[in-house]
């Protein structure tokens, strides 16, 4: 699908952490051509940029400015990769900063957009253009199943209806009470593995997998 001989291979949030650990390890491997940096920070992603390249003797990566708390960021983001990507990796979330449960300009919480809403649209975009020729990959996190020593609920619903699960994308779920942070960020990731384990049994290539 890629457009250069080889790999090509997008990854959100990889500037630092995990990301960028998987953009030096992606880049050790001889089939990789191109290796997209989607950061939302320019100058940040220019520096983890060159150290990869320090670290990786290669000059293989490309920088994509991408807030995925913000669509309009990831549709432009989109929109300014070159080709087709043989493969996603959706690593950008965790607890959403400052404020995490204000709403975004689309209308769910930070926390909610910045974990699963942003890397809904990027992939559903690029599947819709037939832009992905091999696998996606959503970054998961303990705190789907609850984690007790640190204080991490299990997340449970009812019913997974539609109308349950939007509660929790527009933080309503939490209406007349404190909103539980933690609570909310492993509500996020069950969603995100949800969506994801749909997308495995819907795509009849198999481009996509939790």
Not at 87 to 94: E, P
Not at 127 to 143: I, W
Not at 145 to 171: C, H, N, Q, Y
Request: with cysteine.
């Amino acid at each position: 699908m890629s457009t250069l001989p080889g790999k090509t291979v997008l990854i959100t949030g990889a500037n630092a952490g995990i990301g960028k650990d998987v953009a030096r390890q992606l880049a050790l491997r001889p089939e990789m051509a191109r290796i997209y940096l989607a950061c939302r920070n320019q100058d940040r992603a220019t520096t983890a940029k060159a150290e990869l390249e320090a670290a990786t003797g290669r000059s293989i990566f490309d920088i994509i400015v991408m807030d995925v708390a913000d669509l309009g960021s990831v549709r432009a983001g989109l929109a300014a990769i070159n080709g087709s990507l043989d493969a996603l990796v959706m690593n950008a979330g965790g607890i959403g900063g400052k404020t995490p449960m204000d709403l975004t300009a689309d209308g769910a919480t930070y926390m909610f957009a910045s974990n699963v809403l942003g890397h809904a649209v990027l992939l559903e975009g690029l599947l819709t253009e037939d832009r992905l020729g091999e696998v996606a990959v959503f970054a998961g996190s303990e705190a789907a199943r609850g984690v007790p020593k640190m204080r991490m609920k299990r997340p449970s619903f009812v019913s997974t209806s539609a109308d349950e699960l939007a509660t929790v994308i527009d933080g309503s779920y939490f209406a007349g009470g404190k909103p539980a942070v933690n609570l909310a960020y492993g509500q996020a990731k069950l969603i995100g593995i949800l969506w994801m384990a749909y997308l495995a049994r819907n795509t009849p290539t198999g481009d996509s997998s939790a």
